[in-house]
């Protein structure tokens, strides 16, 4: 069964700090995988968008990994803000076309002061 | 920057009544989608639209669901006759290559 499952589920750093998310996925075939951040009540905005062949992409102070031997993705928040609060999804994609997306349940992540 | 828009941002309706979601593409996008995510639980598919057609659509969308693009801009879904279950956040989503996703409606349904 197609699954990706997220850890840790919430996690709670203060403000400056570096955390990562853990991204493990079963989905196959392969396209690719990205990471949205979800603010609560809005939609999902798309951060990083990796294919097979990338192990690795930055978005300002979000860096993207993917080892897809191990089917294994990471999200590393760099001198974390108040405005990173939120939840990180990611989300695998089986074809190119994109029909259909595999999400996680995502981590909450919540900054402090 | 361009970006999807999604009205209304909240409805409440009662069971059984039909509710249209709408939802205003980025312009030169041609595949478009429809997801839903329950309180506290994963974002889920619903169906994907393109060339005036569904593309694929998953379990959750039977019958009492309906995608339509009636003009140049709008993509609407329509919901039959709800169900309390149907209570959720609908997201619209569009594309070239990534994916870009409207604010969402909330729906309510007493």
């Known amino acids: 069964k197609n699954q990706v499952e997220q850890s840790p589920q919430s996690l709670i750093i203060l403000e400056g700090k570096n955390c990562t998310l853990q991204?493990?996925?079963?989905?196959?075939?392969?396209?690719?995988l990205r990471w949205y951040k979800q603010d609560t009540g809005r939609g999902p905005v798309s951060l990083t968008i990796m294919t097979f062949s990338e192990n690795t992409k930055s978005n300002g102070r979000y860096t993207a990994t993917l080892d897809a031997d191990t089917k294994q993705s990471s999200l590393h928040i760099t001198a974390s803000q108040l405005s990173d609060s939120a939840s990180y999804i990611c989300?695998?994609?089986?074809?190119?076309?994109?029909?259909?997306?595999?999400f996680g349940a995502g981590t909450t992540v919540t900054v402090r002061a | 920057e361009p970006e999807v828009t999604q009205t209304p941002s909240h409805q409440v309706t009662q069971m059984g009544q039909e509710v249209i979601l709408r939802c205003v593409p980025i312009s030169n996008h041609l595949y478009f989608y429809w997801y839903r995510q329950i309180l506290g639980q994963k974002v889920e598919f619903l169906v994907s639209?393109?060339?005036?057609?569904?593309?694929?659509k998953s379990e959750i969308f039977d019958d009492q669901f309906s995608v339509e693009r009636p003009d140049g801009s709008n993509f609407t879904l329509k919901i039959r006759s709800t169900k309390l279950e149907d209570s959720a956040m609908y997201f619209c989503a569009s594309r070239t290559d990534t994916q870009y996703f409207g604010p969402g409606t909330r729906l309510t349904v007493l």
């Open positions: 989300v695998v994609s089986r074809n190119s076309n994109d029909y259909k997306l595999s």
């Open positions: 639209f393109y060339n005036n057609e569904i593309s694929e």
């Open positions: 991204c493990n996925y079963t989905v196959s075939p392969f396209s690719n």
